[in-house]
């Protein structure tokens, strides 16, 4: 940990995105446990995800509707569909003509072909959920649809003078403004994962400057364990074996410092962002998703100097 984590545990709509495979939705249901220990309670949700991983991680099958999966913690896959019902419910406001509307084939293939439109119900969907969480962790799609979602509600803003969208995207404006509501970017120690996500910060501060992005998280780093003796006896061994096992051992030797490299490369690299960079380590591969969350959230809790109780994962 190179930086505090608990600015992350001060949100209250807490956006997580970064290249795919970065371990988006590892960090978001550990931010969400380590929140749900902490007492409040706690939404980790995807975003209309064909291929949900949250349900592998709490065990339990996530649907539209929240799920309560640990005391304090519900987890949930937003859905199209149902949340485009509901926002129209939310301006005409009964049952019957919503069906009428949501029936209605030309409004309907409007809502659907209109660029945007999409995510500007499924952002409504994430204020609405604010209101009855303490801290909704949303795992986003990967960075570039990530920011195309969240900049949704300023084309709207433009797009439309009047009207039921022009009001929703003020407010969805408000909720990215708001000093509890944060963005946090997940990268990993590898040159073009830096790259992109340097990328997409500069991305979000040019086109959302009001959403704040206050720490930027290394997930699978290597912080040194080998102390300068070991790197010269390593240097001094590889002179002299170049057969046998003792290579090997080396090799790994090798190896681990070529990770640990990469980490302080990393960290470097992204000192251009200016906020704190929170490394968390990486685990071992074969541990599965459910204990790899568990034990980043124990990492989290420490980086943030929770004194918690954490459940699962063992
Ligand atoms: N620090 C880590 N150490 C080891 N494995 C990890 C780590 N972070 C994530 N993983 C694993 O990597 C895979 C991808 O993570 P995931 O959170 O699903 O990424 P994303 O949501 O960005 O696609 C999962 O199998 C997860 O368990
Ligand atoms: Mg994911």
Same mark, same amino acid.
């Given at each position: ?109 409007? =809502? ?16 609405? =959920? ?42 969805? =404006? ?43 998280? =290394? ?96």
């Amino acid at each position: 940990m190179t930086g505090d984590a608990s600015a992350l545990f001060r949100s209250r709509v807490l956006f997580v995105t970064g290249k795919g495979g970065v371990g988006k939705t590892t960090t978001a249901a550990a931010v969400g446990r380590v929140a749900a220990a902490t007492g409040r309670r706690t939404l980790v949700m995807e975003v209309d995800n064909q291929h949900p991983s949250l349900p592998a991680i709490f065990g339990k099958p996530a649907a539209h509707q929240p799920v309560e999966v640990e005391p304090n913690l519900w987890i949930a896959n937003t859905e199209w569909q149902p949340a485009l019902e509901d926002w129209v419910e939310s301006i005409v406001s009964m049952r019957r003509l919503v069906r009428l509307i949501m029936k209605n084939r030309v409004v309907s293939l409007f =809502l659907q072909v209109t660029p945007g439109a999409r995510d500007l119900v499924m952002l409504w969907r994430v204020s609405e =959920l604010a209101k009855s969480f303490d801290l909704v962790v949303v795992d986003m799609p990967a960075s570039g649809n990530a920011v195309a979602m969240l900049s949704v509600p300023l084309t709207a803003e433009r797009l439309f003078p009047s009207g039921p969208i022009r009001a929703c995207a003020e407010a969805l =404006l408000a909720m990215v403004a708001r000093p509890d509501t944060a963005l946090v970017l997940v990268a990993l120690p590898e040159e073009m994962v830096v790259n992109e996500t340097l990328e997409t910060l500069e991305r979000l501060q040019a086109g959302m400057p009001t959403l704040r992005v206050p720490i930027i998280l =290394l997930n699978r780093a290597s912080m040194p364990t080998l102390s300068e003796r070991e790197r010269s006896l390593l240097r001094a061994l590889e002179r002299e074996f170049t057969e046998g096992v003792a290579v090997e051992v080396l090799e790994a030797g090798a190896w681990e410092e070529g990770l640990e490299a990469a980490t302080g490369e990393a960290l470097a690299r992204l000192q251009e962002a200016k906020r704190p960079v929170i490394a968390l380590p990486s685990l071992p591969r074969n541990d599965g998703a459910r204990r790899v969350a568990a034990q980043m959230a124990s990492a989290l809790a420490r980086g943030a100097g929770l004194r918690v109780l954490l459940r699962g994962g063992a």
